[in-house]
Every structure is written in C-alpha cells, then in structure tokens.
C-alpha cells in the first residue's frame, strides 16, 4: 500500500513538472532569437499562456506616426493586438514599433527585422521595397486573397508595392508634402510659409518632388538621380518656392537649421501666426490641429513648384518575411487582411487606442476609409483626399534613398542655402 502510494506521488509530480515546462517556454520561443538584445523586446504585450498550442506571430509596425500619447506608441500597440486577438484566437500577436527603438530605413536593420530570426511582418517604406527584393528578404504576392486594385486601395498606392512584375506587399499609409493654408484665432502676424527644406531626406525629396510636379513620375532618367542633379528648372522652382519663406529680417527659418527636423518648432510658428501656409505631410498638419483646436486649415494644395501639378505620394506597406513565410502563411495572411481593413484603418486614424477624442490625420492607403460617413463629414480628410485623387502619383521605389546624403549636399549648395553648422 505504501509502495502503491508513493509511486502514485511520484507519477504525479512528474505529470506537474512536463505540464510546468509547457506552459513555462523559454523567452527565446516566444520572441525572435535575433532581436532580444538590450531589452528590446518587453513581455508587455506577451501571453504566454498556451503558447505551444497557438501561432506566435511577431509584427513590427511602421513606427514614425503622430505619438500623441507620449507613450512611445505603447497604446497603440496594445490595441492592435486586443482587436486582432480578439477575432483570431488561434494566433498570439507580439507587436513592437517604437520610434525610439526601431529605424526601417536601415539596410543592417531591415536584413535584421526580415532575418531568419526576426519579425513574420514588417510594416515598411516602399521607397525601399527594391532594396529588399535584391536582398531576397521579402515574399512575393504574400496575400492573393486581398484584391489589388483602384476599387479596393489609391491607385498610387497599388503601384508603391510592385516591383518588376510583381506585389510585394500590402499598402498601409500614404503621406506627402501638402501646402495647407492655416489660419489661428489667436494668432499676432500673418507669415508666408512655415516649413523645413533641410534634412538629409527633406531636400532630395522636394528635389524628387518638384521633378515629378513638372514631368511626371513616368519620365524619370538618370539626370533625375544623377549628383549634381542636370535638371536646373526643377532646383529653380525650389528656390522660388522657398524664397517665400524669407523673413522682414531677411532670415530664411526653412532654409537655416530653424525648421530642421523641428516639427515643434514649426506648428509653434503655425499656431502663433494669423495665417500661414504650412508645407508638411498631412500627421504634421494634424498634430498642429491637435494642439491648438482653435487653428483651421482653409485649403489644401499641391506645393507651388510651377509644373503640371503632380504630387508625389509616398506609401507604406506590409511585408511578409520570406524566412518564416511558409510556416506562418495562414497567420500572416489573417493579419494582413485585418491591419490593411477600411474598418481597422479608421479606429487607427480616429484613434480606436486613446482613452480621449483625437485624429491621427494619417491618409490609409484603402478606398474603404474614405468611404466612411464620418471621413466623409471632416473637411481636412476630404480635401486631402481630393488633392490625392486629382494630383497623386506613386515616386520611386528602388535606387533613391540610398543616394539622398550626396543629393542633399549638391542641391543645398547649387540653391546657396546656407551651412548647416
């Protein structure tokens, strides 16, 4: 009897040690081996509860939008797995994207987030989808199922995630460089034009802008990407449309280190003016709007650069990692359908995530979102979107970024914009 009873133990406390380590797995299962350095990931957002029993898909989201929590994006987060989770059981969602952690426009990075150890979906710029491809880190055509056309996404949109012949991704957003003219109750003087040209990225864009504003995006040659740039018509419009940012003193605050990587700065000007037009993506505008409820946006237009009227839009997009692609198709498809849905996309816009009333302003790449009564009813949406469909054209999506440092520097010294010390 004794022997009997003490077996019966010790087969218990076997059966409650194997079910221990089963719900006990080891970080390294639930996380991507490759991105666990410094603390990166948290277990914020992990369960770990049945975690051998469920699909573990690990996402990273674009992560340069309006934080208008100041919570790194935390809320936001938070949210997208609750709302996924919610209607996909089977799948534990493990969602990162902090604008102070990750950087998507790295090549290093990227071959890390699409590594055989990094995320299954990765939300990208698609001005760097070509590089991706050459390095074999994308899946081609990763979700049929969701219907590519002008029905269904922005036209322009659709055209930001092929690449010779074929889709490799899943629009999500849409952004470019609006002239909004603002006007403030509170405002003391009325100013020209707010905004930056300077930045490694901010001059070779309105550069790559300007040209397409003239020309079209389907007559681009090597003279556009060339250093210095041959096209001395597109720096002249950029000079005369940033000329109308001189000051009474003579300053230049969009062409000196003032506006620089300064969005602050710039929605202070904005707000403090009676009238101003504001050159930024549509967020920026947004967040000015956020701050002041009393500032208005009168009318969105293409920037003045003198040409057919063109606006260069830039996209981003869901891509699948072609490493984990055939373990986790089932699962990356179902995010994929949900992240990029005209209704998940507007509680994005209209954030679904905050504890308090508040518009992201950021332009989702589905037809569905502007079909939304609500959109419909808010006046900057349906001037953007007006703006979009008339003037919208997808840029280049391979062989630019790369280049913007030794483009940044010839087109600041043929314009004779001041050093930026």
């Given at each position: ?27 390294s ?9 410094n603390?990166?990931?948290?277990d ?16 990273l989201?674009?992560?340069y ?6 919570d790194?994006l ?5 949210y997208?797995?609750k709302?996924?989770?919610?209607g996909?059981?089977?799948i ?26 990094g995320?299954?979906?990765v939300?990208v710029?698609t ?12 899946e081609?055509?990763?979700h049929?199922?969701i ?8 036209r ?16 999500t ?10 006007t ?17 990225w901010?001059?070779?864009?309105l550069?790559?802008?300007?040209y ?8 681009m ?11 001395s018509d ?12 001189v ?9 000196d ?11 202070k000007?904005?707000?403090?003016s009676?009238?101003?037009n ?6 920026v ?6 701050t ?13 650069f003198g040409?057919a ?15 984990t ?28 995530d905050?504890?308090?009333k ?9 037809s569905?979102f ?7 009813r ?15 054209t ?28």
């Amino acid at each position: 009897m004794l022997v009997s009873v003490v077996l019966l133990l010790l087969a218990s406390a076997t059966a409650i040690s194997a079910q221990s380590q089963k719900h006990s797995a080891p970080i390294s299962d639930v996380y991507p081996q490759g991105l666990m350095n410094n603390g990166e990931y948290s277990d914020e957002f992990s369960d770990y509860e049945n975690a051998e029993e469920k699909t573990e898909l690990h996402v990273l989201i674009y992560p340069y939008i309006p934080d208008l929590k100041n919570d790194g994006l935390k809320s936001l987060r938070k949210y997208i797995k609750k709302e996924f989770e919610a209607g996909h059981p089977g799948i534990t969602l493990h969602v990162v994207g902090d604008p102070s952690v990750h950087d998507p426009y790295s090549t290093d990075n990227l071959k890390k987030y699409l590594g055989t150890n990094g995320y299954d979906v990765v939300e990208v710029d698609t001005i760097l989808l070509g590089e991706m491809v050459k390095l074999n880190l994308v899946e081609p055509h990763p979700h049929p199922g969701i219907p590519l056309d002008d029905s269904s996404f922005l036209r322009f949109a659709v055209d930001a995630v092929r690449y010779k012949g074929h889709v490799y991704g899943i629009p999500t957003l849409v952004c470019a460089n609006f002239l909004a003219a603002m006007t403030s109750k509170n405002g003391k003087d009325a100013v020209n034009l707010i905004g930056s040209f300077r930045g490694s990225w901010t001059l070779p864009g309105l550069y790559l802008s300007a040209y397409i504003n003239k020309y079209g995006a389907s007559s681009m040659d090597d003279g556009v990407l060339s250093n210095p740039p041959e096209h001395s018509d597109v720096l002249n419009s950029i000079r005369q449309f940033s000329d109308t940012c001189v000051r009474k003193d003579g300053s230049n605050p969009c062409t000196d280190k003032t506006y620089k990587d300064n969005t602050s700065a710039q929605i202070k000007d904005v707000i403090k003016s009676k009238s101003s037009n504001f050159l930024a993506y549509a967020e920026v505008i947004g967040q000015a709007l956020f701050t002041d409820p009393n500032l208005k946006v009168t009318s969105v237009k293409v920037p003045p650069f003198g040409g057919a009227g063109h606006l260069q839009m830039y996209t981003d997009a869901l891509v699948a990692n072609r490493n984990t692609y055939k373990a986790k198709k089932n699962a990356i498809q179902k995010f994929m359908a949900f992240y990029t849905s005209g209704d998940f996309r507007y509680k994005y816009a209209f954030c679904g995530d905050m504890d308090f009333k508040c518009i992201r302003y950021v332009l989702p790449a589905c037809s569905a979102f502007y079909k939304n009564t609500l959109v419909q009813r808010n006046s900057f949406y349906t001037q953007l979107y007006d703006v979009m469909m008339t003037s919208g054209t997808a840029g280049p999506n391979h062989e630019i970024y790369y280049k913007k440092d030794c483009l940044d520097g010839s087109i600041s010294t043929q314009l004779k914009y001041p050093p930026l010390i």
